[in-house]
């Protein structure tokens, strides 16, 4: 599983938009662990997953299902919400993320 991880974390440096983004490998192992969730390394299909997206370079993550009905809810390494705060969307920053944010790939998978 770390050789996956290191795989994954190696390609995800590579496909970074600039020189000075980079992922938190750190962060990646943590926020895998609480959701309990695998590296994703290929290109099968998972229905359960955990995406990365690069945003000012600071990392964020979003949870996505095939069959859940959940929001859209990026949150960071502390796993703070970035748009979502005490049951209200920022409209403000949810339109900012949606239009500046980059998707690094998927990272995990149930």
Known sequence: MKLQLIL??????TSCCKNDEYINI???????????MKP????????????????DGIE??????CICDIMFN???C????????NG?????KAEYF???AIMIGIVGAL
């Open 60 to 65: 964020y993550y979003a949870l996505d299902c």
């Open 40 to 55: 994703k390394t290929d290109k099968t299909f998972s229905c359960h997953t955990m995406s990365l997206y690069m945003l």
């Open 88 to 92: 209200q969307i920022d409209t403000i």
């Open 26 to 36: 750190s962060c990646v192992e943590n926020v895998l662990d609480k959701y309990k």
């Open 74 to 76: 990026p949150f960071d």
């Open 78 to 85: 502390n796993f703070n919400d970035y748009f979502y705060i």
């Open 8 to 13: 994954l974390m190696l390609i995800l440096l």
């Open 98 to 100: 949606n239009k500046n």
